[in-house]
């Protein structure tokens, strides 16, 4: 178990730019999978991008793909998303999780991950 914090949600346009940050307590936050994931208000929880242990690896969800991008710092423990262009169906509560799975070039599903943060509210407006 690791626990995680975000930072960096809020409140743009439609088009503009926001960067999420997880930060992980724990010495063995380089050997985790880390993803982000979201979710809407009425929907289910769904997977937004995936990191593996030594960041030469990212999957992402098709929805974003071209427009946000992963990244991690093992040095200081901490995981990042860049979301650019962004549009009002990107808004949700996004969440940083951690897996201790191995990690393919598929969605990472929520069962395989034992570690959630609190998430961050990022809101689009158009």
């Known amino acids: 178990q690791v626990q995680l914090v975000e930072t960096g949600g809020g409140l743009v346009q439609a088009g503009g730019s926001l960067r999420l940050s997880c930060a992980a307590s724990?010495?063995?936050?380089?050997?985790?999978?880390m993803g982000w994931f979201r979710q809407a208000p009425g929907k289910e929880r769904e997977f937004v991008a995936s990191?593996?242990?030594?960041?030469?690896?990212?999957y992402y969800a098709d929805s974003v793909k071209g427009r946000f991008t992963i990244s991690r710092d093992n040095a200081k423990n901490t995981v990042t998303l860049q979301m650019n262009s962004l549009k009002p169906e990107d808004t949700a509560l996004y969440y940083c999780?951690?897996?201790?799975?191995?990690?393919?070039?598929?969605?990472?599903?929520?069962?395989?991950?034992?570690?959630w943060g609190q998430g961050t509210q990022v809101t689009v407006s158009s």
């Open positions: 999780a951690a897996s201790s799975g191995r990690f393919y070039y598929t969605s990472l599903a929520t069962a395989s991950v034992h570690s």
């Open positions: 724990g010495r063995t936050f380089s050997t985790y999978l």
């Open positions: 990191i593996n242990w030594s960041g030469s690896n990212t």
